[in-house]
């Protein structure tokens, strides 16, 4: 446990198998309420440890607000064993309504895969980890609106857009204290995974370039993020995060550059990642998907900006360069 400001606290949540390997859990101590920001994965080990933080800070269930800044399993799994036991829910329309319509979230996510070519690599939904440790049934929750403030004692809570890495991911901004919850927005050492969700998105790098300059021009002191060690300087992180994504770009342009047409696998294949395997088709299933997904979010975010196009043959995508 660590009290991070005034009635604020961090604890651990473990992400299991997972590179991430735990999730930051804010617990915001309030005298008539309180509010817990996200919740980890839907596993045993994750309901008994949140159930051990509900009696280590004396949280009413029926006192208590979830806050799910995205809908990544990691941040939801749990949502729905929580408001069963009267915990009130909140996450964004957008999320909130994918969330709630599984099957076909997933069938996009399988006809993504499909489009980017990872036929070649015998994709399978049951190995993604947001499938595996899906929260359980539909969640009864209330929307998020941008620009709403939610109250715990001193503390006034406004929400923020930050969409971008989920199509509906929100923040949690107090001005007077200057701090924001900003989920995966933004983080220290690792790049928040910025994916194709599909054409009727949009460009999703676009919007989180956006956001970030969004919460650039914020006065923040304190920054609480999901993953890993807390951000101490959001501009100096958020300078790092676009410079990354810059470079990305042009490895994306070099790769197109290699021949005439490219599916998303094979632009994939030609950047960098920092994953413990010698190529491409070592990567574990998950990292595959996810690489993918981001080499796509940056061709999209090309093709946007009038830089390259793409053409569909036999199911799968092509892109290539126009400049």
């Known amino acids: 446990m660590q009290e991070v400001y005034k009635n604020i606290f961090m604890e651990a949540l473990p992400l299991p198998n997972n590179p991430?390997?735990?999730?930051?859990?804010?617990?915001?101590?309030?005298?008539?309420?309180?509010?817990?920001?996200?919740?980890?994965?839907?596993?045993?080990?994750?309901?008994?440890?949140?159930?051990?933080?509900?009696?280590?800070?004396?949280?009413?269930?029926?006192?208590?607000?979830l806050y799910l800044t995205h809908l990544h399993s990691d941040h939801v799994g749990l949502a729905t064993f929580l408001r069963e036991r009267g915990v009130e829910v909140y996450i964004s329309q957008v999320d909130g309504k994918i969330l709630n319509n599984p099957d076909a979230t997933w069938a996009a996510t399988y006809t993504n895969a499909m489009l980017q070519g990872l036929s070649e690599d015998n994709f399978k939904i049951e190995e993604h980890p947001g499938y595996q440790?899906?929260?359980?049934?539909?969640?009864?929750?209330?929307?998020?609106?941008?620009?709403?403030?939610?109250?715990?004692d001193d503390y006034e809570f406004e929400i923020l857009?930050?969409?971008?890495?989920?199509?509906?991911?929100?923040?949690?901004?107090?001005r007077k204290h200057k701090l924001l919850?900003?989920?995966?927005?933004?983080?220290?050492?690792?790049?928040?995974?910025?994916?194709?969700?599909?054409?009727?998105y949009g460009d999703s790098l676009g919007t989180y370039l956006k956001n970030l300059d969004k919460v650039y021009d914020?006065?923040?002191?304190?920054?609480?993020?999901?993953?890993?060690?807390?951000?101490?300087?959001?501009?100096?992180?958020?300078?790092?995060?676009?410079?990354?994504?810059?470079?990305r770009l042009e490895e994306v342009k070099k790769a197109l550059a290699l021949?005439?047409?490219?599916?998303?696998?094979d632009v994939t294949k030609q950047m960098h990642w920092d994953i413990k395997s010698r190529n491409?088709?070592?990567?574990?299933?998950?990292?595959?998907?996810?690489?993918?997904?981001?080499?796509?979010?940056?061709?999209?975010?090309?093709?946007?900006?009038?830089?390259?196009?793409?053409?569909?043959?036999?199911?799968?995508?092509?892109?290539?360069?126009?400049?």
């Open 20 to 65: 991430l390997k735990n999730l930051n859990l804010f617990i915001i101590k309030g005298e008539s309420r309180s509010m817990i920001v996200d919740c980890g994965f839907n596993l045993e080990e994750t309901k008994q440890r949140m159930l051990d933080v509900f009696e280590k800070y004396a949280l009413d269930f029926d006192k208590t607000i």
């Open 218 to 247: 914020l006065d923040v002191k304190h920054l609480f993020s999901s993953h890993r060690e807390l951000v101490k300087d959001h501009r100096e992180r958020i300078d790092e995060l676009k410079d990354h994504h810059e470079k």
């Open 133 to 152: 440790y899906a929260i359980e049934g539909k969640l009864d929750f209330r929307e998020a609106i941008v620009g709403e403030r939610l109250s715990i």
């Open 181 to 200: 919850f900003c989920g995966d927005h933004i983080l220290q050492r690792i790049t928040p995974n910025i994916t194709f969700w599909g054409f009727q």
């Open 280 to 323: 491409f088709d070592e990567f574990p299933q998950s990292q595959k998907s996810f690489a993918t997904g981001e080499a796509h979010a940056h061709l999209e975010y090309l093709r946007h900006r009038g830089q390259a196009d793409y053409i569909q043959k036999d199911e799968k995508l092509y892109y290539f360069l126009l400049v």
């Open 259 to 265: 021949k005439k047409y490219s599916s998303v696998r």
């Open 161 to 174: 857009d930050l969409a971008g890495h989920t199509p509906g991911m929100t923040g949690l901004y107090e």
